[in-house]
């Protein structure tokens, strides 16, 4: 299995994603300084290691799922990729 490098920056939608909460509820995080964030042109982007910081290590199959491929797995069956 190869590994997905782990980005530096996160996006509003994945770290939304990654904390199941709404868009906005992160720029409120990033206002009260619970997680890092910064704006990059008109996007926000939002450091890895504060929202590892807040709920741990990020499991490297969400970074597979967010570019595309998405991955099913069940026990004793072999990896199945299928295309978005």
Avoid: C, N
């Amino acid at each position: 299995m190869t590994q997905v490098p782990q980005p530096l920056l996160l996006t509003v939608k994945e770290v939304a994603k990654l904390l199941r909460i709404h868009r906005p509820k992160v720029y409120d995080l990033i206002k009260a300084g619970t997680i890092e964030g910064f704006k990059l042109g008109s996007d926000w982007r939002v450091k890895r290691e504060s929202v590892e910081k807040l709920i741990g290590e990020i499991p490297e199959d969400f970074f597979a799922s967010s570019k595309g491929a998405k991955k099913l797995t069940t026990p004793g069956l072999a990896q199945v990729k299928l295309a978005s």
